[in-house]
T-cell receptor, first 115, second 113 residues
Framework: AQKITQTQPGMFVQEKEAVTLDCTYD???????LFWYKQPSSGEMIFLIY??????QNATEGRYSLNFQKARKSANLVISASQLGDSAMYFC????????????FGTGTRLTIIP | DVKVTQSSRYLVKRTGEKVFLECVQD?????MFWYRQDPGLGLRLIYF???????EKGDIPEGYSVSREKKERFSLILESASTNQTSMYLC????????????FGNGTRLTVT
């Protein structure tokens, strides 16, 4: 079984600053994937970025990047040059790459961008 | 773009009522999921389906059932709604299990009084 820990229930960040949202995971699976999702106040969960456990490079998608440290079982999301529209809940999730396992989500971090 | 549509945005039901939450996806995805979201608990999987008429229990299936008669539609059923089932319900679909991202609907906020 997998477990995701997001230790920051809430964060306040000044607009245009970079943000790091923490995520640590616990899994015994040799191959797995890590996801980050954004949930604005509208409620829809939006897929942001994916990192495979055997990927050699950290994933990047526009202003989003993943600081993946496999030995520390850490997959922190970095948002560069934050914008007001980044205010939302952010969820980290993990899944084994094989078998019929499903995503396990963390409890989320509420990010508020201050103008 | 994948579109996952949940039939109701807000729903208010009485204790003991039978409640149906409907979800439709338009991308021919094999897998569909029902999650429940509560503050401080994140998302918890209720049931998922990897094929028509196939279903598997998630982490919290008690008090719920599901139906998948057609590939595009996945229904969550509360046989006898209780106040502790007041929550946000999120439907999702994915092309395959494992490292394929989930695509979510907008959610249904259910209140049971």
């Amino acid at each position: 079984a997998q477990k995701i820990t997001q230790t920051q229930p809430g964060m306040f960040v000044q607009e245009k600053e970079a943000v790091t949202l923490d995520c640590t995971y616990d899994t015994s699976d040799p191959s797995y994937g890590l996801f980050w999702y954004k949930q604005p106040s509208s409620g829809e969960m939006i897929f942001l970025i994916y990192q495979g456990s055997y990927d050699q490079q950290n994933a990047t998608e526009g202003r989003y990047s993943l600081n993946f440290q496999k030995a520390r079982k850490s997959a922190n999301l970095v948002i560069s040059a934050s914008q007001l529209g980044d205010s939302a809940m952010y969820f980290c999730a993990t899944v084994p790459n094989f078998g019929n396992e499903k995503l396990t989500f963390g409890t989320g971090t509420r990010l508020t961008i201050i103008p | 773009d994948v579109k996952v549509t949940q039939s109701s945005r807000y729903l208010v039901k009485r204790t003991g009522e039978k409640v149906f939450l409907e979800c439709v996806q338009d991308m021919d995805h094999e897998n569909m999921f029902w999650y429940r979201q509560d503050p401080g608990l994140g998302l918890r999987l209720i049931y998922f389906s990897y094929d028509v008429k196939m279903k598997e229990k998630g982490d919290i299936p008690e008090g719920y059932s599901v139906s998948r008669e057609k590939k595009e539609r996945f229904s969550l059923i509360l046989e006898s709604a209780s106040t502790n089932q007041t929550s946000m319900y999120l439907c999702a679909s994915s092309r395959q299990l494992g490292n394929s991202p989930l695509h979510f609907g907008n959610g249904t906020r259910l209140t049971v009084t």
